[in-house]
């Protein structure tokens, strides 16, 4: 049609009836007008509503219906021009629709004309089933028409409303709608002159010239056809878009009834069709219930659905429903009257099931592939109908069988576990290092790698499980109803599998990315017990550079040596060296229980070949110590009792230690050096311990097996206090046996060499709860210290030959063994390091009270002061006391002497025994002693009277805190007695320079100096002298 319709122009012929049509239009809204007022709202709310956005579809679904039709290929050119035109009097944009199959009839003008009154009401395939679908081309054109053979209709807005305007009655109602009157109820036929012209190989043109406001939406829809539309209208094998010569082509390829290629992607298919009961069509308008028929169709593209494609049902053609599936659901749905959303009802709840065992039908099309998983809904749906079409589907899935070896879902099982461990347990013995075999997709009609006899294959560990492509942890396995097994629950249950060892070995190879923790209780097979498997490799052992075939008497577990993996060690089985076979407990058990076995000799054998293998030394392994072995006696003895033939311990010992001698034949086979390792004693036995618990060894709850050990470490415990932890030795040693020795100017000629040196001069380092650490001194040392080790006595009772402060109170320590040696014996080096010692001070004590000792005067003073000094000395009142009579140095009963608190009182003492130390300590002295002060035992009463005089200032000189005065007697007398000086009723008496000098000197604190103050009292003039030699004192 190269013109729109005029005013007036004249039909040539009406082959469509369309006059007929006008008429009876007419006529209708002549006689009332609500008719016509509800005609243009129908049309406007399906334009403008129901159909807004939908004519592109529209077309394509007439032009599938009519090829349908005709029984031919489906063929539509889909042609938008949008350029000027010359020949028009403005520009103008064009929509040209040519599709191939039936021709345009009267039948169909009618029903293009009448809304909701579809002349396809016999056909069950047409997709247009309401009449009302060309109620789209309304929102985008005021003068569409079609062309069909040499026939054709055309509608025009503008020839409607001068149509409308000649009925008086409609005047009105045409003023109150501004002059809008329905453009599809008044179709006018057109001339031969007018026809569009129908490109070849078409058998219909419509052509739409379009509004101005209309081409972006037209152009919007043109460029969203796609493969959608190809498989909602199936009757369409193509497709052809020209927009403004910029040419593309959809093509549908029906290869197979489930398999569609469109522009060359593969879309697999599933489709139900049926009648539909009775029943669910009661609520449903009558057009619907003389078309009793339902359809479904799903569509699954290979590479996943086209970007830009819309997530929403097909009812054939795009709905406002969603649906956020990865496949395209075409069906039937009864509509809403907008014609966008699916009605709700038992009809739709119907085709919600079928839509559900259709889409169970395409997954089970597809090949078998972990693909699939992502086409398992997920419990969230888009919307009200999405939500019911998943629950459809996943209600159905468990019995689906969509999985390898076509099980269902409720069949399998899926291992959360490495691939290759997973591979093992199907049964494939895929190496742990080569590629899985499930890469290619398998229909379900074709065999699979795992076809052969049951699911899994012939040597599967599980029945039923799924390869490992199949992710154990994917939601969509557990909507298939798949069992998920953990790796720990598949590793319990792997003991009851009976494998050869080799096989066990591929197992731990598959399980090198596996989280430990749940591996455990990894079934084991051991060597040399006819197939025996074990729970966990935890204290298994490895043989490494030991033969498992000597050590059966042992007991041990070694893995067997076609099993071994690094999997193992990393899981708590040991390489076992001979070290490490040796840590193992079932040595150690062995050991303990060797002289309750039945074959100790074979006990013997196999753990002296593992230490003579280990070259390990003399009291590293002090359990060995336990092994029962022969003595020459032919008795066994503990290898820890028994003696090498020229041990020097042989004459040390007392006639009843319990030692024996090795046997000669052990010491030939084995050799000394591997006895002694064992524990066979060639010198004293060595005990080493690590992290030693002093507060257990006190309390016996820990032993080390030594004499007194737990009384070494209480006064440990004592020597550094209160712990809020237990302190630790982190490093022990000590020598054995100390208890059994008789010779010991021998055995220590013995100590005194290596290794047992270091466990007497060594001290032993505590660790305290805080860090520090404090030296004590050693277990060895202690005990040695507390017995009669040295010529017959304690240690402690010599002293060392250079202090002469301990003089007469100890002997000078026999010679034969050097300082350092003596000194950790506790030989006594001076006065000071006893009093430091605890109790020692109590010690001192004693000996100063031992008559049989001697002290000169020299030393006495010095001993008192020291105890004196001494401010954590704790001591017991002594009976008798070393004290000084008359000058003479005399032991005497405690309860005779006194305390000397000051010279003053010495001429009133005469024959009193006194103890004497320097000034100051007289108080502390007392204390300690039980002791009266010899001040407080004298009446002090001065009888003679003193003239008050200023103190010499040359005596100032001297002492600067001296008091300003004194009291000068001709002759001093207190209690009877002539004195020098005094002091004590607080006053400063003296008699002459002798007794001033003293006096001063006392009272200021200054004693030291009183012999300085004396002589520049009798002669002043030596003052400069006196002071120039008392500033050359030390």
Known sequence: MDRPLEDGAVEDADPFGTRALRERVLRAWSESPARFREDANTEEDFALGGYRDRVVTELAQNAADAALQAAVPGRLRLTLRTEDRLDAPEPAATLVAANSGAPLDAAGVEALSTLRASSKRGDAGAAGRFGVGFAAVVAVSDQPAIASGTAGVAWSRERARGLVEDVPVLAGELTRRGGHVPLLRLPLALGRADLPEIP??????????????????????????????????????????????????????HRAPDEVVINGDLWRTAEAHGEIPAALLEDRPVEERARPYWQVRWAFPEDGLPEGMPRVVHAPTPSDEPLDLRALLIAS???????????????????????AETYIRLLGGLP??????????????????????????????PEAPLLPHRMRGRDAVAVDAPAAFVEVLGGTETPHDAEPPHDAETPHDAETPHDAGEPGGGDAVVVGLLPPEWPARSPALAALGVRRVELAD?????????????????????????????LGALPVPLAGDAGRIVRGPRGLLIADGADPGGLDALGLRFVHPDAVHPLLTRLGAVEAGPRAVLADAAVKASVEESFEADDPDAIAEAVLGLVAAARIDPGEEPWLAELALPGDDGELY??????????PLRDLMADDAPFGVVGGDLLERWGAETLAATGVLDGFALARAEDVNLTGLADEAETLELDDEDLWADEVLRRI??????????????????????????????????????????????????GRRVAVPSYTAWWLSRHPVLDGRRPGEFRLGGDESLTGLYDVAPEGLDDRLLLALGVRTSLEDLLDEPGGAQELLDRLGDPGRSVTRAHLGGLWTALADTPEAVVEPPDHVRAVVDGQVEVVDAADALVLDGPDVLPLLQGQPLVIAAQGRDGRLAELLDLPLAGDEIPGVVQSEGEKRPVPEAAGAVLPDAPAHYLAHERLVVDGQDVPWWTRDGEIHASGAGGLARALAWSTGNWADRLVVEAVLRDPETLPVLLAEADLDP
């Open 721 to 770: 206090g209160p712990q809020d932890l237990p302190p630790l030795v982190p490093e022990f040693l000590a020598v054995r046996d100390l208890e059994l020795v008789d010779d010991w100017p021998g055995a220590l000629r013995v100590l005194a060499g290596s290794p047992w040196r270091a466990a007497i001069v060594d001290p032993a380092h505590v660790t305290l709860h805080n």
């Open 200 to 253: 070849a190989g078409f058998d219909t043109v419509v052509r739409l010239p379009l509004r101005e406001d209309a081409v972006e939406s037209v152009r919007r829809q043109l460029g969203q056809v796609g493969a959608a539309l190809m498989l909602a209208l199936p009757a369409l094998e193509s497709v052809e878009i020209d927009v403004d010569g910029d040419v593309r082509v959809l093509t549908a390829e």
């Open 638 to 647: 503990p290898a820890g009792e028994l003696l090498l033939p020229e041990s």
């Open 490 to 518: 598949v590793i319990d249950e792997l003991a009851a599998v009976d494998r050869e060892p080799a096989w066990w070995h591929q197992v731990y190879g598959t399980l090198g990315e596996a989280a430990t923790d749940a």
């Open 333 to 355: 749905f009864p509509l809403a009257p907008d014609r966008r959303h699916v009605a709700p009802g038992a009809l739709t709840d119907f085709l919600v099931d079928q839509a």
């Open 368 to 397: 078998v592939s972990p693909r699939v998983l992502g086409l398992v809904p997920g419990p969230v749906g888009a919307g009200e109908l999405d939500a019911k079409v998943r629950r459809g589907i996943r209600e159905r899935l």
